[in-house]
């Protein structure tokens, strides 16, 4: 059943595969991404997807896949693993990294924030966005961390290309996701109308009797929430019971951000550092750039801002979503 991937702890001494951050976008995956590169072991991929193509693995993987599938998604994850460019690099802050000497940090810094500044003269989003930039590591091998926001139709299969990988699925409350998404469409950061073609064929979506017309006829709101179901409940659907997986409520990160870094560490094998503890204490500071995909932001006040923002009308819309999907369970108290 959906939402009951239960807070594994597989043995330390296996976890030497990757590390999958899996969430829908707006729910605090770009800052989970950057507590994992905050790390000096590991080496971080920032959706990698978004310039990798298919290579013949769907966006939304069949129930029963083939072996055909479980090749593809293999060789998915090798290639998500391997696309360095400006793009998977992600946003600042930059970290030292125990495998990179401080001679060749200094020049990735140069090459990647040089590429950047002559990608924002590239009106194609493309081209210099996604050129191949070197790791220039010359210390030992580190512990990649990938991060998707895509990945919902697929999370399975590249969880099991690996067995000794893991995986984390952070979740957001749909208030906080579906309100975010809202400003960022006002903003221009996404599309609008939602796609929706992909939601009817898929397993929540039957469960919930979410027809192609049932959709149409909702209003945005509506339609948004139950997006976020059906995104989750994949996620959740997929991993159930999956011995390299673990849930991580935002909420919980929020409420007391070193001590879930620190349960992820221990659940990724990874040991705890002072790099991350500083991170974490500058990064929850509310000091820093306050952009719209910021990872410096007081989570006391953001994580429950959607409560002033949205309407109490749009909030019992949603709770009335919510509370028809297992997921339900992660918030008893929402309005």
């Known amino acids: 059943m959906a939402g009951s991937v239960a807070l594994s702890r597989p043995e330390p001494l296996l976890a030497t595969g990757p590390i999958l951050l899996f969430g829908v ?4 995956t770009s800052w989970l991404g950057k507590i994992f590169d ?11 997807e978004r310039v990798l193509e298919d290579f013949g693995l769907p966006w939304i993987c069949p129930d029963l896949p083939t072996e055909a ?9 090798r290639r998500m693993i391997d696309t360095a460019t ?11 990294k125990a495998w990179r000497t401080p001679p060749r940090a200094a020049l990735h810094l140069g ?4 590429l950047r500044m002559l990608a924002r003269f590239d009106p194609r989003r493309g081209g210099l966005h996604n050129l191949g930039l070197p790791d220039l590591g010359d210390g030992g091998a580190p512990r990649v961390v990938v991060k998707s926001v895509s990945g919902h139709g697929r999370a399975a299969l590249l969880a099991a290309a690996d067995p000794a990988a893991r995986v984390v699925v952070l979740l957001r409350d749909p208030g906080g996701q579906v309100d975010s998404v ?11 109308p939602t796609e929706l073609d992909w939601i009817p064929p898929t397993r929540p979506a039957r469960r919930h009797g979410l027809t192609a017309a049932a959709l149409a006829r909702m209003d945005r709101i509506d339609q ?11 996620l959740l659907d997929d991993l159930d019971g999956a011995a390299n997986a673990t849930v991580l409520r935002y909420d919980d990160l929020c409420a007391d951000p070193e001590a879930e870094a620190r349960r992820l560490f221990g659940f990724a094998g990874l040991p705890w550092h002072p790099q991350t503890a500083a991170f974490l204490a500058a990064s929850t500071s509310g000091n820093g750039a306050q952009g719209y995909y910021s990872v410096f932001r007081d989570p006391a006040t953001s994580l429950h801002r959607w409560r002033s923002r949205l309407g109490a009308a749009d909030q019992r819309r949603i709770g009335a979503i919510l509370r028809r ?3 339900a369970r992660w918030w008893p108290d929402f309005p």
């Open 25 to 28: 976008e707006r729910s605090g």
């Open 38 to 48: 905050s790390h000096p072991a590991t080496l971080y991929r920032h959706e990698p």
């Open 69 to 77: 599938l479980r090749v593809a998604a293999a060789e998915y994850l």
């Open 86 to 96: 400006i793009a998977t690099a992600g946003p600042a802050p930059r970290f030292p």
């Open 111 to 114: 090459l990647t924030e040089g």
């Open 182 to 192: 809202l400003r960022g469409t006002a903003r221009g950061k996404f599309v609008e």
């Open 224 to 234: 948004l929430a139950w997006q976020w179901v059906v995104r989750n409940e994949m």
């Open 325 to 327: 999907s297992p997921l």
